[in-house]
């Protein structure tokens, strides 16, 4: 069994996207547990929930849309701010967009909690690429 990163959460209000990430993300056996959420108030509960579960070991790698209804990703990247602290797990988060915005581009990648920006949908190439990187 190849290793996995133990779970990644797909933040995004468009089901189709978040239906063809997990298929991908299946696809390449990366990820125990995939979890589509669709806004940032989803995310943020259970970010806060996976405390109970998960280790300083655990890997949690978050793939964020900007624009979503309820609570946007920036919305939630200030609220992460708040708890990031209290998390007892390693994580990563990915903006995940389909604004061409240099403003949003630029906004994502001067967040700290922000690793990169990608324009969605995400490709086999890049999701291969952080299957390497992050195992």
Same mark, same amino acid.
């Given at each position: 069994?190849?290793? %996995?990163?133990? $779970?990644?959460?797909?933040?995004?209000? *468009? !089901?189709?996207?978040? /239906? @063809?990430?997990?298929?991908?993300? $299946?696809?390449?056996? @990366?990820?125990? $547990?995939?979890? +589509? !959420?669709?806004?940032?108030?989803?995310?943020?509960? *259970?970010?806060?929930?996976?405390?109970?579960?998960? #280790?300083?070991?655990?890997?949690?790698?978050?793939?964020?849309?900007?624009?979503? +209804?309820?609570? *946007?990703?920036?919305? /939630?990247?200030?609220? /992460?701010?708040?708890?990031?602290?209290? !998390?007892?797990?390693?994580?990563?988060?990915?903006?995940?967009? #389909?604004?061409?915005? +240099?403003?949003?581009?630029? %906004?994502? %990648?001067?967040?700290? /909690?922000? #690793?990169?920006? @990608?324009?969605? +949908?995400?490709?086999? *190439?890049?999701?291969?690429? !952080?299957?390497?990187?992050?195992?």
């Amino acid at each position: 069994m190849s290793k %996995k990163v133990n $779970t990644i959460l797909l933040v995004d209000d *468009d !089901l189709a996207i978040n /239906f @063809f990430h997990k298929r991908l993300f $299946t696809k390449l056996d @990366f990820g125990e $547990t995939i979890v +589509p !959420l669709y806004n940032g108030a989803e995310a943020i509960r *259970d970010v806060k929930q996976l405390n109970n579960s998960l #280790s300083e070991k655990d890997l949690v790698l978050i793939f964020l849309d900007i624009n979503m +209804p309820v609570m *946007d990703g920036w919305e /939630f990247l200030e609220s /992460f701010k708040n708890i990031s602290n209290e !998390l007892n797990y390693q994580f990563k988060i990915f903006v995940l967009s #389909s604004s061409i915005n +240099p403003d949003d581009i630029e %906004k994502a %990648k001067n967040n700290s /909690f922000v #690793s990169d920006y @990608f324009s969605k +949908p995400l490709m086999l *190439d890049s999701v291969a690429s !952080l299957k390497e990187i992050y195992l």
